[in-house]
């Protein structure tokens, strides 16, 4: 979990970091996978964090079914949630990347509905807000990796793996 306080039997990061200074820089829901900041910088934590800021966010997202053009609009417009419309988002329909490791627990499979990939983009961070907004358009997320945060990106980096800027 991206929280440093113990949380039961879940993994936090204090089981990966012994620094009280460290702070999440925008966290991730339990099922998601991908980038994650931390930064003893409380004014950069602040400004990735703070939805003011309008700071960009890309996920990759396996969704269920084939998307159409106009779910694909819906999401370009802004969704409609139970806590009011969203931003506007970049999305595409993408290739399943290349460059995926597997998944523990692996997603729920589905012989007879295919999935597909969408990359979103969005300038806000409501609670599983992606994952609110694929189901909102009748797609639900399977699998969600954060892959950019602002300049930030995942590059070549494996799960587990840091580097320190």
Request: glycine share 8%; proline share 6%.
């Amino acid at each position: 979990m991206t929280q440093f306080r113990e949380s039961g039997a879940r993994l936090t990061l204090s089981n990966y970091f012994n620094d009280p200074a460290l702070r999440v820089a925008g966290r991730l829901d339990y099922d998601s996978e991908g980038l994650l900041l931390l930064s003893d910088d409380g004014r950069l934590v602040q400004k990735i964090s703070d939805p003011r800021y309008k700071l960009e966010k890309t996920y990759w997202a396996q969704v269920e079914g084939e998307p159409t053009a106009d779910a694909l609009a819906q999401l370009r417009g802004g969704v409609i949630l139970k806590d009011g419309k969203t931003r506007p988002a970049k999305a595409k329909l993408i290739e399943e990347p290349a460059r995926l490791w597997s998944r523990d627990p692996p997603i729920r499979y589905r012989a007879k509905i295919p999935t597909s990939w969408i990359e979103l983009t969005i300038s806000e961070g409501r609670n599983r807000q992606v994952r609110r907004m694929t189901a909102a358009v009748n797609f639900p997320t399977l699998r969600l990796i954060r892959v950019r945060v602002g300049d930030w990106s995942l590059g070549e980096l494996n799960p587990g793996e840091s580097i320190q800027v």
